[in-house]
């Protein structure tokens, strides 16, 4: 993402946190909880910007390959609690989806509902996950 796309994504820190996935992927046996492996930003860090925490999935010989899984947001600097503040999980998948868009190592970019929909953190998420397919 650093190097290919057209918004220059920095390496970044935060908060580590975990998602809970199928380690082997072989079958429904081996889920655990998995931190992120590295986290990106792009804006301005006392400002406004988009944060990813983006997990390694491993590899899936059934269907997958090599793959991962991210998690976004934009958020804000709030200066009364010195920390970052989410102000969208929409937005920052948007923006990093159309970052994607038009390159020449995208394959397809589909849409997955994940049943999920609801208010995190007082911010509505419309429960789709964006899948970018990446070429060899």
Do not use: C
């Not at 944060?51 to 947001?73: C, F, K, V």
């Not at 948007?94 to 390159?103: L, M, T, V, Y």
Request: negative net charge; hydrophobic residues 35%.
């Amino acid at each position: 993402m650093k190097n290919w796309l057209t918004h220059k994504w920095s390496d970044t820190s935060g908060w580590d946190l975990y998602t809970w996935i199928d380690k082997d992927h072989a079958d429904e046996k081996d889920w655990t909880w998995k931190k992120q492996d590295y986290q990106l930003r792009y804006g301005d860090y006392f400002g406004v910007s988009y944060h990813i925490r983006i997990y390694d999935g491993g590899y899936d010989w059934d269907q997958y390959l090599e793959w991962s899984i991210a998690g976004a947001h934009r958020e804000e600097w709030d200066w009364t609690r010195f920390t970052h503040v989410v102000i969208s999980w929409e937005d920052a998948e948007r923006f990093i989806r159309d970052d994607f868009k038009n390159k020449w190592f995208v394959g397809l970019i589909q849409y997955w509902f994940l049943g999920n929909s609801g208010y995190y953190q007082n911010l509505w998420n419309d429960g789709y996950a964006t899948v970018i397919e990446l070429k060899h």
